[in-house]
């Protein structure tokens, strides 16, 4: 957690000596001071460039947030299913299938988390208990049309968990495009290498302080959103750990 927040912290640094040294070296190359023209052209470049900008930013992190959330639901999903096999297999009256869906419970926890914090991807182990979750159910014989009904739901819920299981391990993987990055960066230093026709003052330089260091941290927010898994607001198997306990509480 806390290497998150140096990360963090490296981003809006790193953003405001952007937003400072271009401007500084071209006013070294062409002198602090130029004609109204100039100026007046500046302006509106910078004006229709940091709408461009925004508008990148403000896309990039509302697809970035749409992603998070919906890989919280998709985990929500994955632990609600599996949680409704072990109770099906309860009701149907299969031990083994209910002693593989805490299994793979167990697994996803203490295999498939560690795994997608370090490496972003899924555990072997976590297929492996999702495989055995599967065979237990194709071992099934219903005999009553109670157990039919029961044994369809159950093979219906382990291929939902599959469904959402290769979901959490896409999401895992998934990165920010590196056209993003290209864009982000260079717009910024494009409004930083525009400012050198102004007049260097304190506030001014105040006022581009604080505009580049929040688009550090909107940069930094993105980064993090795209590290479902170890990013500062990191995803973890609450919803797995809630549905083992009431399992083991015998709720």
């Given at each position: ?111 498939d988390w560690p795994t997608l914090r370090a490496q972003r991807k899924l555990s072997a ?124 509480s015998g709720i």
């Amino acid at each position: 957690m806390l290497q998150g927040w140096i990360i963090g912290l490296s981003f809006v640094i790193g953003a405001i000596v952007l937003g400072y040294v271009p401007a500084q070296l071209l006013r070294k190359r062409f002198g602090p001071k130029q004609p109204g023209d100039t100026r007046a052209l500046s302006s509106e470049v910078i004006g229709r460039i940091g709408v461009l900008h925004g508008l990148i930013l403000a896309l990039v992190f509302a697809n970035a947030q749409g992603g998070m959330q919906q890989l919280r639901n998709d985990i929500s999903a994955e632990a609600s299913a599996i949680d409704h096999v072990y109770y099906n297999a309860q009701r149907y009256g299969s031990p083994q299938l209910q002693a593989a869906s805490v299994a793979y419970i167990e697994t996803v926890i203490g295999k498939d988390w560690p795994t997608l914090r370090a490496q972003r991807k899924l555990s072997a182990e976590g297929w492996v208990a999702w495989r055995e979750v599967l065979e237990a159910s194709l071992a099934l014989q219903p005999d009553t049309r109670r157990e039919r009904l029961l044994a369809e739901q159950i093979q219906a819920d382990i291929w939902q968990i599959e469904k959402f299981r290769q979901a959490r391990g896409y999401e895992a993987g998934n990165r920010t495009p590196k056209e993003f990055w290209l864009l982000a960066i260079t717009g910024l230093v494009l409004i930083s290498l525009l400012l050198f026709v102004h007049e260097v003052t304190p506030l001014h330089q105040g006022m581009m302080a604080l505009y580049s260091g929040y688009t550090g941290l909107a940069l930094f927010m993105i980064y993090d959103l795209s590290h479902p898994f170890s990013g500062t607001m990191q995803i973890g198997p609450d919803a797995f750990l809630a549905s083992l306990q009431s399992i083991r509480s015998g709720i």
